[in-house]
């Protein structure tokens, strides 16, 4: 069975880095009841750009990183450390998980670790 270590290249870290971000935002808005709406408003951004964001469809700013740790409550350094500890979670799984985690979305990576 092929593990997404084996599968995943530097080329795909990037985007892969970006949908765990995208999650980790929405975890944190799904635990506390937050609109997508209401998270954008708080950071300047537009509901339609902070959903590809979240979604780990659009390279964040790094003033929207910023931001967005901010409206968490921590730092950007917690928010980099929350993303590499669910990073280290879904870097095991077998690639084909990971194909329908990423094809499902935030709410489908949600519904597996809950």
């Known amino acids: 069975m092929e593990t997404s270590v084996e599968s995943v290249t530097a080329?795909?870290?990037p985007d892969f880095f970006i949908f765990v971000l995208g999650c980790v935002i929405w975890i944190f808005r799904e635990k506390r009841g937050?609109?997508?709406?209401?998270?954008?408003?708080?950071?300047?951004?537009?509901q339609g750009m902070f959903s590809k964001m979240e979604r780990g469809l659009s390279m964040p700013k790094l003033s929207f990183v910023v931001s967005a740790a901010s409206v968490m409550g921590m730092s950007v350094s917690e928010?980099?450390?929350?993303?590499?500890?669910l990073h280290a979670?879904?870097?095991?799984?077998?690639?084909?998980?990971?194909?329908?985690?990423?094809?499902?979305?935030?709410?489908?990576?949600?519904?597996?670790?809950?």
């Open 11 to 13: 080329e795909d870290m």
């Open 34 to 46: 937050v609109s997508q709406e209401h998270f954008a408003n708080h950071i300047g951004l537009t």
């Open 79 to 85: 928010l980099f450390i929350e993303v590499e500890k």
């Open 89 to 114: 979670k879904l870097i095991v799984l077998p690639q084909e998980t990971l194909n329908k985690l990423r094809a499902s979305g935030p709410r489908g990576l949600y519904n597996i670790l809950a």
